[in-house]
């Protein structure tokens, strides 16, 4: 194991022999192994005198006068072989590429300008990047606090003091660093530098280092050091050397299209089935032992190739070494053929190789177009880190970085989550369902539900399993089913029909692995802050797969049009959509009227499957379904993997696995009686808006409930989620809920129980105000200042042209995208200039641009760069509600609000309704009238407008008139008489006979025809040729 002792410490000057010879006694004196040191104030020639026989500097960087100056020293007794080393030349940044304890590091030490200086960032994190192969140990002063709150006795900042907080927090979180110090001491106030002049402390010198190169931090402490005015921060550490992910087979999918691969597969698997079919009466053993012929066969024939491999290209090298000797001596053109054959095949090798690596490591996304960029590999270095737990905090309250510890804590946290709490009560349970008025499946629909598993239906489901995704713990992927499913879909189809009939699969089969996700913007330390994703295997997921298939059809009519969430054809954006109406509605209505967002607790984590059994009872899901189903969660288990370690198995007792494809499913239909409880409470009163009623919108857990009167609605909401709580499982952190008033009569409601009021909160990621102003102008400045800041911070960063490319179609594209589809509402004026000057000005490197906006634009093909159009996508969302407006048959949640809305149109009519824009803006509300705006500004820009559309409505239309006023004819429209297309042909407008016999007109009609005529023409619309 390999420990070491690092100090980073600013020194103060080391010009005075005995000011060194103290600083190298220190050393010796705190057994330092590695020290990074800043303000050496030595020149270069100065440098070798900074040495002794225990100590010696392998890097430093020294300025032309006695002033600043850094330095790397290392003990001379450590085992440490030194690549290279790089300094610049002002005296601020070292880097020495060592490997020590069988680990490549590269050692740092950084002392930063007193004033804010960004090209000081862009120059570090350039020179970092270049440096892929190696970890990092960084020991500045940054002149900079982390946290001015936290790190800085006095609470105020400058303007660049703040710049500079935030230029270190993102050069940290970008290469992935963590401050050491504070990973062991959250919450400690502790100060390294003393300012006389300005009264304050401050903590400005780190210890910065990559997450995955520490196995264990033995101590982190601050050091008073007389020698100085800085403190020294030591960090005693046990570095790990060994993969910093755990050994686990995985079955390498490039092996599929190796033909030599599975022809002998083929034939080693029947000779393998021949010897053992009929063995067994149990067919869960047969398969069982088929994986492990798998896996035993793979690794036989991987091992024997990768041998074969090396011995042809070790043959190969030593080929081409001696016809490069050959054609040294004497040059022939057939020996120079001969060595460039021989070159080719040695590279075609080679290339196999690392499309191997970089598929194996999911980089193949870094690697699209441009060569890979230095953005693009710091975002490799930032994201590589995302599974690794270098601390926890355990049930004392201490922090942690042992990793058995960190295992062993995990282990405990979710074995105790996914224990049952809720010992169910079938009575009660029923009593509350059967008062819902829940949608049940007809007889035939069960039964169709039900009915037997057929190879065809199994083979399907695999064949629809995403590729590329991790496997459970046997490390077989859907896709080697798929390949071999000739030979492995009967025996697949064998042990599952058997598990059901037996109520249970093998544990080898239904046992999870566990991997860990981070939450945005969550303490690393809490065990709470992880997204557990479990890893099924393919097996099990592929039956899983199955029954979502069948379910998939139902879930529509099972499933209210509030819930959005893991439900086809439906978005986030309808609920947001119906949100921004209510909000509107809301702003000058007596009523009083708010809406509560529920923190739900582990939502997914803590559903209790006895109650899920009786959901799916009470819906008319057949017994047998149900036991499909049931088969699934019978005795499960799994383990947790942090790092370099898995748990032991433990039970698992309740939860919707997240990562099994039948999950989201459950979860909705489980979370439907809630929100039918609250649909039909009348103590409960919902927000009416055009005559429409609004109680909730749901999204998966999150939960936004409408509230009129809330201070009478609110206990009556508790009373209903706590019964269901203590059936279900689900729980309400009533705490950590936000309950925001929608207008000023709400504000004086007194809640009987403790919700807080929120002046804003977050909602699918979006922040929600009471008023769409505040929401527009918030959201859409947050995402670009945001983009300007990132742009800004990337342009000095070498990159082609192509790789800027693709970093705004990678990065900015997605998170402007997301703001755009969820607020259909104007940005602010100036968003869309400000967007393309920042993406001009990071295209072409702050320089003149060579090349129009829109010739980059422009698609491949066609001579362009394909660079995104931000606006064309803003306009594509806002139109997006058009696909509901045209299909009366959908059901999503704000049509009928929007249809009530517009009338006496239809939803259909508006935009062919010739209707003014101040008329849409007063009768319509914002939503309506911006969509119909962008509609015509569509048009405009791609020259589709037309005056005259078939669908042009002949009734309320603005641009059709008689007399001044827009038509009005019952009898035709009751007739069906509706559209231009329906009195038209490609020759014009028809005769009146011809539409008389076509929808039954009375004769008597015939002069409304003429007015009709008089109308069309007197408005242009052409009468003798096509509409």
């Not at 999950?663 to 103590?683: D, K, M």
């Amino acid at each position: 194991m390999g420990d070491l002792n690092i100090l980073v410490w600013n020194c103060g000057g080391l010009n005075a022999p005995h000011k060194r010879t103290s600083t190298l006694t220190l050393l010796k004196r705190k057994n330092i192994d590695i020290a990074l040191l800043q303000e050496t104030h030595l020149l270069k020639a100065d440098m070798g005198r900074f040495a002794d026989r225990f100590f010696h500097t392998i890097a430093f960087s020294s300025a032309d006068t006695k002033t600043k100056g850094v330095a790397i020293v290392v003990r001379r007794s450590l085992p440490v072989k030194i690549a290279t080393s790089w300094a610049d030349e002002s005296g601020r940044v070292a880097i020495a590429q060592i490997e020590v304890h069988s680990r490549k590091i590269a050692l740092i030490s950084l002392y930063a300008p007193n004033d804010f200086r960004k090209d000081f960032y862009n120059l570090i994190t350039t020179k970092m990047l270049e440096l892929t192969d190696y970890s990092f140990i960084v020991g500045a002063d940054f002149n900079a606090v982390w946290d001015p709150a936290s790190d800085r006795s006095s609470a105020t900042s400058s303007g660049g003091q703040s710049m500079a907080t935030n230029a270190l927090k993102s050069w940290a979180n970008n290469l992935g660093l963590m401050d050491i110090w504070r990973l062991v001491n959250p919450t400690t106030r502790d100060y390294t530098f003393f300012s006389g002049r300005h009264k304050s402390f401050s903590r400005i010198d780190y210890l910065f280092a990559s997450p995955q190169l520490f196995q264990l931090v033995n101590t982190a402490t601050l050091l008073p050091i007389a020698l100085s005015d800085h403190k020294g921060v030591f960090c005693s550490v046990t570095l790990n050397y060994v993969s910093k992910r755990a050994v686990r087979w995985r079955f390498n999918t490039s092996l599929l299209k190796n033909e030599e691969y599975t022809k002998q597969f083929v034939s080693g698997l029947k000779e393998f089935l021949n010897f053992n079919v009929g063995s067994v009466e149990d067919p869960r053993i047969l398969w069982d032992a088929i994986k492990g012929f798998i896996r035993s066969n793979t690794i036989l024939f991987s091992s024997n190739a990768r041998k074969s491999r090396s011995l042809h290209l070790q043959n190969l090298e030593l080929e081409l070494t001696r016809l490069d000797s050959i054609l040294q001596s004497n040059f022939t053109e057939p020996v120079a053929l001969q060595r460039t054959i021989i070159k080719k095949e040695i590279n075609n090798i080679l290339k196999q190789q690392s499309e191997f690596q970089i598929h194996r490591t999911r980089q193949k996304y870094y690697f699209h177009g441009a060569r890979s960029s230095h953005l693009l590999a710091m975002r490799i270095r930032a994201n590589d880190h995302f599974a690794d737990i270098p601390a926890i905090k355990l049930a004392d309250g201490n922090i942690s970085t042992d990793p058995k510890q960190i295992n062993c804590t995990f282990r405990t946290f979710y074995s105790e989550l996914y224990k049952t709490e809720v010992s169910l009560d079938k009575i009660q349970c029923d009593r509350f369902l059967n008062q819902l008025r829940l949608p049940q499946l007809s007889g035939t629909d069960s039964s169709h539900l039900e009915r037997p598993i057929l190879l065809e239906e199994l083979e399907k489901a695999a064949k629809t399993m995403q590729k590329g995704k991790s496997p459970g713990i046997d490390g077989i992927p859907p896709e080697f089913y798929v390949t071999f499913w000739e030979h492995l879909g009967p025996f697949l189809l064998d042990m599952i029909v058997f598990s059901i009939e037996r109520g249970g699969f093998s544990r080898d089969v239904n046992t999870a692995l566990i991997s860990l996700l981070l939450k945005k913007d969550k303490d690393p330390t809490d065990c709470s802050s992880y997204r557990p994703l479990s890893l099924l295997n393919s097996d099990l997921k592929i039956f899983a797969k199955l029954l979502a298939r069948r379910l998939e059809r139902y879930m529509p009519w099972l499933v209210n049009s509030d819930q959005v969430g893991f439900m086809k054809s439906r978005l986030a954006t309808d609920n947001v959509r119906r949100l921004l109406h209510i909000i509107e509605a809301a702003t000058d209505n007596k009523t009083p009227m708010s809406v509560l967002s529920l923190d739900a607790m582990k939502a997914f984590d803590r559903l209790e499957w006895p109650f899920l059994w009786s959901v799916l009872e009470t819906m008319g899901f057949g017994k047998n379904f149900i036991g499909m189903i049931k088969t699934l969660y019978s005795n499960p288990s799994a383990q947790v993997l942090t790092g370099q370690m898995y748990s032991s198995l433990f039970s698992v007792s309740r939860s919707s696995r997240q990562g099994c494809p039948l999950s989201p499913a459950l979860f909705v239909l489980s979370l439907e009686p809630l929100a039918e409880a609250i649909r039909q409470s009348n103590l409960i009163l919902p927000i009416s808006v055009c005559n429409t009623q609004h109680q909730l919108s749901l999204y998966a857990d999150d939960v936004l409930v409408f509230l009129e009167n809330p201070a009478q609605s609110a206990p009556h909401l508790l009373a209903i989620c706590e019964e269901f709580g203590n059936l279900s499982g689900f729980k309400i952190n009533w705490s950590k809920s936000a309950l925001l008033h929608l207008n000023e009569v709400a504000k004086s409601s007194v809640l009987p129980i403790n919700i807080p009021i929120v002046p804003h909160f977050t909602y699918l990621g979006i922040e929600i105000f009471p008023s769409l102003n505040q929401i527009t102008k918030y959201n859409y400045s947050v995402v670009l200042n945001k983009t300007l800041r990132d742009l800004d911070r990337w342009v000095d960063l070498p990159m082609s042209i192509r790789a800027r490319v693709s970093v705004i179609k990678m990065n900015i594209l997605p998170r402007i995208n997301f703001v755009s589809s969820m607020i259909p509402l104007p940005p602010p004026s100036d968003h869309w200039s400000k967007l393309q000057s920042a993406t001009t000005k990071f295209i072409w490197n702050k320089k003149r641009p060579r090349l129009k906006m829109s010739v980059l634009q422009r698609r491949r093909e066609d001579g362009g760069l394909a660079v995104p159009d931000f606006k064309l996508y803003f306009w594509s969302f806002v139109l997006r509600p058009l696909l509901s407006w045209f299909n009366p048959d959908c059901s999503v949640s704000w049509r009928t609000l929007e249809s009530n809305a517009v009338q006496p149109w239809t939803l259909q009519d508006v935009l062919f309704s010739n209707i003014s824009r101040k008329q849409c803006q007063l009768r319509f509300g914002p939503l309506i009238s911006y969509l119909v705006s962008t509609w015509r500004q569509v048009e405009t820009h791609c020259r589709l407008a037309c005056k005259w559309h078939p669908f042009s409505p002949i009734f309320n239309n603005n641009g059709i008139l008689i007399g001044g006023r827009p038509i009005a004819a019952p009898q035709w429209q009751q007739r069906g008489v509706c559209y231009l297309k329906d009195i038209c042909n490609d020759s014009g407008l028809l005769s009146f006979n011809d539409i008389r016999v076509a929808f039954d007109l009375p004769n008597s009609s015939f002069f409304f025809y003429l007015q009709l005529r008089s109308a069309l023409k007197a408005q242009g619309v052409p009468l003798q040729r096509s509409l």
